[in-house]
């Protein structure tokens, strides 16, 4: 069970970037997914959920201009990212909750950096 993400990179403010976190071992259909960041010098917090039967939910901060996505058949789930401020800048990390059909405990992917400025 492994959580692989990737896509990070230094854009400037405006932009947009996705990021993508690819699952082996488990099937994310099954599986609430959900991506985290971390700041400097900060705690890690939601930004984005999606539930295996497709709600979605997101942080106040980047309602309307990030969107979780997600491709079953390439079990994969993204983070849709636009017009990207500086306070956006932090380590990205993807999740996999515990639930009933999918994995039995949290599974976190190894973070990626997403630096925004100037």
């Known amino acids: 069970v492994q959580l692989q993400a990737s896509g990070g990179g230094s854009v400037q403010p405006g932009e947009s970037r996705r990021l993508s976190c690819k699952a082996s071992?488990?099937?994310?259909?099954?599986?609430?997914m959900a991506w985290y960041r971390q700041a400097p010098g900060k705690q890690r917090e939601i930004v984005a959920r999606?539930?295996?039967?497709?709600?979605?939910t997101y942080a106040d901060s980047v309602k309307g201009r990030f969107t979780i996505s997600r491709d079953n058949a390439v079990n994969t789930v993204y983070l849709q990212m636009n017009s990207l401020k500086p306070e956006d800048t932090a380590v990205y990390y993807c999740?996999?909750?515990?639930?009933?059909?999918?994995?039995?405990?949290?599974?976190w992917g190894q973070g990626t950096l997403v630096t925004v400025s100037s």
């Open positions: 071992g488990f099937n994310i259909r099954s599986s609430h």
């Open positions: 999606i539930a295996n039967v497709g709600g979605t």
């Open positions: 999740n996999a909750e515990p639930s009933p059909f999918g994995v039995s405990r949290n599974v």
